[in-house]
């Protein structure tokens, strides 16, 4: 019985020698979010991956990672420790075997709008008999973006209802039956009316007529985010809710849509400002990303926005103006500028509904 006591000693010993001396070799970690794009309030995942390339075993490991205090984490008490700057600490253990992989997954959600940073994590690794430990840091920048949220359906009403359904109409009643182009084969998507007797009679299969298109309407979404009050945040934030709002009614409808603003945006993502006529998912998604990137100072004027778009506008475009302040001025100067032009305007202010 001494004999195994004082082996064990001897054994605990050697593993507690081993601990200190191995440090944190052969061992990385790193940290990822399950979504870079989000809604406000969804949930999703914070993961942790370990790496253990070496043979030795890591009894404990102790992964501190910093996080902004937005980020809302599901997660016990005492796994949180504010940092008193404004973050919180998240902290998770773990142990490790050689050549072995570990991901720790914990559900996260945001609240508000956004572009969040994380900025450090430090992996501590403990000794066998649990006196010690030793810490190293991994500096890394991981981010996650969330989107402004929908606006309230009276906006939706009000501004997507009316002048997008007024123009979602009219790229059909341009079209001119009178200045047919040529004929096609029948898809049987077309109504009966397009069908041509006279080809069908003469090639023996369906045909339907080719019409030509006098015009085709597009839309060009203008966010402006200068204000001249410096208590208009609520407004600007009511702001990107619209633009979102109309965006994904331009795509729900298949109207074919630009966008431009001014605003300064959080991160490398300044071709946002202006971003070409498309549709699709890819198109919508860029838009969007760069709505929650979007902060309350404009990198030019409003005049100066306003400039830069009508010099590519044509006679068959409209323009939809939002801006935060329900402001004459601003609203003046947008009309003056549609009208030399030539295009349709529509405005929405963030000031007439604000958001809660």
Request: charged share 20%; net charge negative; with cysteine.
């Amino acid at each position: 019985m001494i004999l195994f006591l004082f082996a064990v000693i001897l054994l605990a010993i050697f593993f507690q020698y081993s601990a200190q001396r191995r440090e944190l070799k052969g061992l990385e970690a790193s940290l990822s979010f399950s979504e870079a794009l989000v809604e406000p309030d969804a949930r999703f995942e914070i993961r942790v991956h370990l790496v253990n390339y070496s043979r030795a075993v890591f009894p404990f490991l102790r992964v501190s990672v910093h996080l902004p205090e937005e980020i809302i984490v599901e997660a016990p008490s005492g796994q949180l420790k504010p940092d008193g700057r404004g973050g919180q600490y998240l902290s998770v253990s773990a142990w490790l075997m050689p050549r072995q992989r570990l991901t720790r997954s914990l559900p996260v959600s945001i609240g508000r709008r956004g572009r969040f940073l994380t900025r450090e994590m430090t992996v501590y690794c403990g000794d066998f008999l649990g006196l010690s430990e030793q810490g190293h840091s991994f500096s890394l920048f991981q981010e996650v973006v969330v989107m402004p949220r929908p606006a309230p359906r009276q906006d939706v009403e009000q501004v997507a209802g009316g002048p997008v359904g007024d123009i979602s109409v009219n790229r059909f009643l341009f079209e001119d039956p009178v200045l047919t182009v040529g004929y096609r084969d029948y898809t049987g998507r077309e109504p009966m009316k397009m069908l041509s007797w006279t080809q069908i009679a003469r090639t023996g299969k369906l045909m339907v007529k080719q019409y030509d298109y006098t015009l085709e309407t597009s839309v060009t979404v203008i966010l402006n985010v200068e204000c001249a009050s410096a208590q208009a945040w609520t407004w600007t934030e009511s702001a990107y809710s619209i633009a979102r709002t109309v965006c994904e009614q331009l795509e729900e409808m298949g109207i074919q849509y630009s966008f431009r603003t001014n605003a300064v945006t959080a991160g490398d993502f300044s071709s946002w400002q202006s971003v070409g006529e498309g549709l699709g998912a890819h198109h919508l998604a860029h838009i969007l990303e760069g709505l929650g990137r979007g902060l309350d100072q404009a990198a030019f004027s409003c005049e100066t926005l306003l400039e830069r778009t009508v010099r590519s506008c044509d006679s068959t475009r409209g323009l939809l103006f939002i801006t935060p302040e329900n402001d004459p001025q601003v609203l003046n100067l947008a009309a003056r500028w549609a009208d030399r032009a030539g295009v349709t305007l529509w405005t929405a202010t963030g000031q007439e509904e604000p958001l809660c």
